[in-house]
């Protein structure tokens, strides 16, 4: 409790407040320092940012939206259980329901002298998550303010609105569900399918706003100081696998329909020890979404920033915790068959850029950049249900 205040205190401090649009926001490195193991640290509020929905359609938001963002990253990475994940979900909620605006109400008319983005309709919902006073989440002075809300929606022990009504953390298993699904649970909206949609512009967001950092045996330790890796190997084995799926558009194998994969599968035998691919640092391990349990590393090649991910292993398989530093070759899980797969495999991706940036053919750099253990196999039916997750 007594960190999470600290954190919260120094968030104040440095972020501006609603309405106020002025330089761009820069994190102290004490607020830093509370935003360590794999979580995320505002480095900057750019004037405006650009995103695609997941239906096509181009979202513009402007600085003081995205000074909104900061304040929820921010938060939930100062609360214990909320991570990346819990972010994610935060911001597609935000977008979804006010478009990240902290939106007064004329059904509360002192609502609207207070600082605000706008007016809404929405019975007498308020704010970036659309709380409704009549429904226990605060009163309007607490529910204008965007900390607050923030804190309440993540919920929990600390949470303002705990135990009721329930914010995130109070939501059983959300950590595994779809994102959309995730918020839905908190939103309780007569239109649960919508939430989805805003996927690919908060991962845009988080991309846009953070660097991550992650402690490795003291202080938080920016990602952009691993060292190079000196050398590249296939993450599994020789002779352990079959290509079951490669990176790109195909048919998706449990629903017919076509689908983008983004990373390249590999079936393998349950238990086969999976191989860290390069010299590098972990900044994910543990359940994401319908990649099942995810491990993820951060390794410095030629220079530049790259990350590996590594999906579908149970949860008693992975043998890596964040923060660990890892070496090329070394055993850092097992294959596994949880989230949206149908079998026992892989799922490789390659990330230039990072961890959470988008993921290139594998098979393809891997092959480019003379991976060690890369050996021709014949190719099987894709073991991923989703193009997308698998």
């Given at each position: 409790m007594k960190k999470l205040i600290i954190c919260l205190a120094l968030a104040l401090?440095?972020?501006?407040?609603?309405?106020?649009l002025a330089v761009p926001v820069f994190l102290s490195p004490a607020l830093a320092a509370c935003q360590t193991s794999g979580q995320l640290v505002v480095s900057e509020v750019p004037d405006k940012l650009t995103a695609v929905t997941r239906d096509g359609v181009a979202v513009t938001l402007r600085r003081g939206q995205l000074t909104h963002a900061a304040t929820i990253i921010t938060v939930g990475s100062g609360i214990d259980g909320v991570g990346r994940q819990g972010v994610l979900v935060a911001l597609m909620a935000a977008l979804t329901e006010s478009t990240l605006r902290m939106l007064a109400n004329a059904a509360h008319p002192a609502s609207l002298d207070m600082p605000n983005d706008g007016v809404?309709?929405?019975?007498d919902s308020l704010g970036l998550?659309?709380?409704r006073p009549t429904s226990g989440w605060g009163s309007v002075a607490e529910l204008m303010d965007p900390t607050y809300q923030v804190r309440a929606f993540f919920g929990g022990l600390e949470g303002p609105n705990y135990p009721s009504p329930a914010g995130l953390l109070d939501v059983a298993g959300w950590q595994t569900a779809d994102p959309g699904s995730a918020a839905q649970a908190v939103e309780r909206s007569a239109f649960p399918d919508r939430y989805q949609n805003y996927q690919p512009v908060a991962e845009a967001i988080i991309s846009a706003l953070t660097k991550p950092v992650v402690t490795i045996g003291g202080p938080a330790t920016p990602l952009d100081t691993i060292a190079e890796s000196t050398s590249i190997v296939f993450p599994l084995p020789t002779g352990t696998w079959v290509r079951s799926s490669g990176y790109g558009w195909r048919t998706d194998p449990m629903t017919g329909l076509r689908a983008f994969h983004a990373g390249s599968d590999?079936?393998?035998a349950d238990g086969?020890?999976?191989l860290a691919m390069a010299d590098g640092?972990?900044?994910w391990a543990g359940p994401y979404g319908g990649y099942g349990e995810l491990v993820v590393i951060e390794h410095t090649i030629g220079g530049a920033r790259l990350a590996s991910a590594y999906g579908h292993m149970w949860p008693s398989g992975i043998h890596v915790t964040v923060g660990e530093k890892v070496t090329a070759g070394q055993h850092i899980a097992d294959v596994g068959?949880?989230?949206k797969s149908t079998g026992a495999h892989l799922h490789f991706e390659i990330r230039p850029g990072g961890s959470f940036q988008p993921s290139v053919d594998a098979d393809a750099w891997l092959a480019e950049h003379g991976a060690a253990g890369v050996d021709a196999a014949t190719s099987g039916r894709s073991a991923c249900l989703s193009g997308a997750m698998g």
């Open positions: 401090l440095v972020l501006p407040f609603a309405g106020i809404g309709s929405d019975h998550f659309q709380m590999y079936a393998a086969a020890p999976i640092v972990v900044t068959s949880s989230g």
